[in-house]
């Protein structure tokens, strides 16, 4: 089927964080969420990635950077972008998505 072939288009939803969370580590390298914001449950699963879509504007309301990582809980999962880039490359989702890890 060509919807399982290599060549096929991969999908990539977006997901948001909702509560940042107040249990910050020193150094940390992603932004913290309590909560998140998910797509509805049968586009999920059809979903080969997902990436976080959390934008920080500076204190003159311009965007400048993006977190690479989120963290919601125990897991580590990718931006936007990195989802994106990804999906391009046909990389296996590289962070803990256990319900979008049928992209390859």
Known sequence: MARESDARTRTVLAQAGVQL??????????IRF???LDPVQTLSDAADY?????????ID???RRQPSLV?????????F?????????R???????????NAG
Not at 50 to 58: A, K, L, R, S
């Open 21 to 30: 969370s107040s249990n910050v580590k020193g150094g940390a390298h992603s």
């Open 34 to 36: 309590d909560d998140t």
């Open 50 to 58: 997902v990436g976080y879509v959390n934008t920080f504007p500076d």
């Open 61 to 63: 309301g311009k965007i």
């Open 71 to 79: 963290e919601v809980g125990s897991e580590t999962r990718l931006s």
């Open 81 to 89: 972008s990195l989802a994106v880039y990804d999906a391009f490359l």
């Open 91 to 101: 990389i296996t989702c590289r962070c803990d998505q256990s319900s979008h890890s």
